[in-house]
């Protein structure tokens, strides 16, 4: 293969240096579009602030605008830059954020939620939450099932059990039915905040309710129980799931010897390990973790 000539490696090397400014150029002009277009809506909050229409005017701003995660995140950052002055900024900004999850070409990242919760400052500021849920209801705004959503997602990735329950249980104001992905939510964020001694209520609230528990419910229920020492309930719930047509896998026999093994309590663990190599399912089937599991609890016996 004949060697490139010295003006061919200088034209080759131009080339890409050529190719390497305008891929920069590029991205600091869409940069720039962003942040222009997350200024307008920005402009449009601040203008509207209280105003009961605000939705459809951002609404209406969307006709030549595409919106995308991008300008969401904008939006916030320069949110959270204003509220430094101003605390209802940041009340704006949580209005714009589940207003632009529930646009229909729309959906909220799980990164978006983190991004929301620490521009918002929500773990410090969490009575934003209901705040909104009072102007929603004062100026007779229409609210669905999927703006709790929204605002239980914020709770999850906020650590936020108690206002989640809150929320859950304002849902009825809005004639929005709760169903089983908002209990499941809930039940999640308990599990997750070891805050298990709350879930028995929720469980007979959602029955109470007419709804059947599914897959997700009994596991996170389950988790939550188990986690708080709860080991009895949680052992209840285990029983259950047959009959409302769930099979127990691996997930939930590990939460409950996950809880077994933390109260102590070694006996009901390796009933449970037995219960699980005698399982003809085999998503029920010990694994890795459910051995290193019991070997862990079996050291600390020991020492």
Known sequence: M????????????????????LS?????????????TASGFWRLLRSNSGHPSLERTLSRSLSNTKLSAPIVESVLRQSSAAAAKDDGDRALALRFFVWA??????RHSAAAYVAACDALHLPRHPYFLSQLLDSYRAAAFPVCVKTFKILLNLCRHGNLPDEAIAILRRMPEFNCCPDNSSYNAV???LADAGRGRAVPALLEEMTEAGLIPDAITYVSAVRGLSASGQIGAARGL????????CVPNVVVYSALLDGACACGDLKSAMELLVEMERELEATCAPNVVT??????????KVS
Do not use: V, W
């Not at 920069?24 to 222009?36: E, G, H």
């Not at 285990?238 to 047509?245: D, F, S, V």
């Open 187 to 189: 039940l999640r964020l």
């Open 291 to 300: 051995y290193t599991c019991l070997i862990k609890c079996l050291c600390e």
């Open 101 to 106: 999850g529930l646009q229909p070409n729309h």
């Open 24 to 36: 920069r150029l590029l991205s600091s002009t869409a940069f720039a579009a962003i942040d222009d």
């Open 2 to 21: 004949a060697a490139f000539s010295p003006f061919s490696r200088r034209l080759c090397s131009e080339t890409l240096l050529l190719s390497s400014l």
């Open 238 to 245: 285990h029983g259950q799931m047959r009959a409302n047509g």
